[in-house]
Structures are given as C-alpha cells and as structure tokens.
C-alpha cells in the first residue's frame, strides 16, 4: 500500500480591530504574504495592512474599502464615487480621480499590479457597463480594442488582464446577453477564451503565467474553469 502524504498543516492568523472598529475583513494578499483588510465599526471603517504579525491601520483618507494589493505593498481601494486610492505604509495617501473622464456615473477598481496599473469597473446609468484601465503615468484606458469590454477583473504585472466582452445586448439595451471571458494584453489584442458549447463566459482572475480561472454557464448548468 503506497504511503500517504502527510496533511497540509496551516497557521491561522487573526488580524485584530483597531482603533474604533469592531470587525476586521480579508480583501487581498500579494507574493510577499502582505495582506490588505478593512475594518469596519458603528462610527468608523479603516484599511489596514497585516505583514510579519504587524498591523497598520491607515486613516480615513486611505477609504474604507480595500479590494487589493500589489507587491510593492500599495493597496487599492474604493472611493467615494469616481475615484479610488492607493495607500502604502509610510506613504501619504494617492486619490485618484481623473477616472471620471470616461463619464462614468459609479466607478469600481478591482485590481492593481506592481506597476500601478488599475483595471475596474464603470457605470453609466442606467444600464451602461464598461471597463476601464489606468496606468501610473495618468493615461487612460477604455478598452476599444475588441468590442464591448464590459468587465476587468484582474491583471497581471505584465499588463495582462481578466476581462468579459459583451456579445450580445438583452432586451434593456445592455451587453450581458451573451458574455465571454478573454484575455486582453497591453498592446490591445486579446485572445477570446469562452469555453465551447457554453452559453456564456466571464473571466474572473489571471496569473503571471497567464492561467485564467473563471466561469461558465449553459443548460442551466454552471462550472468554474481554468
């Protein structure tokens, strides 16, 4: 009888409130094993990054809602409407703003990478979705490569990013009738990755190696994919 590998054994580690919050919550980890989290109480919601058994809880103009972090230790977070933030220890909070040229009513980052690119998420009421990629440079990105870019979820160091094209509008005007999930690189060309026979796809999250892991729906099925 073959020997069995011993179980993987983890160490849990609890990130703490400060300050005035009651609650803390995981968002994100980059490869250095820095984590980002917020902590949320009846009068106050901070970020905090936890490294080495260290917590920091950064104050209010770092936002309240931290969705990544890249390997450098900057961590991306949620504004208040059409801007987000970019915070690091030791480092005076980044406001972004001119996100907002790209006449979007709510806008939603959703990943950063070391170079300080941001993709996210944009929203013309009432139904208009599209997606949206800002470099550290201030240029600007509505993703007019290939289609309707309706979503950008993740990103890669190189610039490569997770993303769902609409293919098709619904009865409301809006791109979410038939979705795919894609690849799309710095250059603009994309690589689309709908699994086949698949109803519908959306990319969800890509590694430096370019693994895409995501979902995909027909027959009133649905699976996860890589």
């Not at 902590?39 to 490294?51: E, I, M, N």
């Not at 509505?142 to 610039?159: L, S, Y």
Request: hydrophobic fraction near 40%; aromatic fraction near 8%; proline fraction near 4%.
């Amino acid at each position: 009888m073959p020997a069995q590998a011993a179980p993987t054994r983890y160490r849990l580690t609890v990130i703490q409130p400060l300050g005035g919050e009651l609650e803390t919550r995981g968002a994100a980890i980059n490869n250095r094993g820095e984590v980002a989290a917020g902590g949320t109480g009846p009068a106050s919601a901070r970020v905090y990054s936890w490294k080495a058994g260290v917590t920091t809880r950064f104050d209010e103009t770092a936002g309240s809602g931290p969705v990544d972090i890249n390997d450098d230790g900057w961590i991306l977070s949620a504004g208040s409407g059409l801007d987000y933030k970019l915070s690091k220890k030791g480092r005076s909070t980044i406001t972004v703003t001119d996100v907002g040229l790209l006449y979007y009513d709510t806008l939603v980052p959703t990943a950063i990478n070391k170079a300080k690119t941001v993709v996210g998420n944009g929203l013309q009421f009432p139904y208009n979705f599209s997606a949206f990629m800002r470099k550290n440079d201030g240029s600007i990105f509505g993703f007019p490569c290939c289609g309707r870019v309706i979503e950008a979820n993740d990103i890669t160091n190189r610039g490569r990013v997770a993303a769902t094209l609409g293919i098709q509008k619904d009865e409301y005007g809006e791109w979410w009738a038939i979705t795919h999930a894609a690849l799309i690189d710095e250059d603009g060309s994309f690589t689309d990755i709908h699994p086949p026979g698949a109803e519908w796809s959306v990319a969800t999250a890509v590694n430096d190696a370019g693994d895409v892991v995501g979902s995909a729906g027909g027959a009133g099925a649905i699976r996860g994919f890589r």
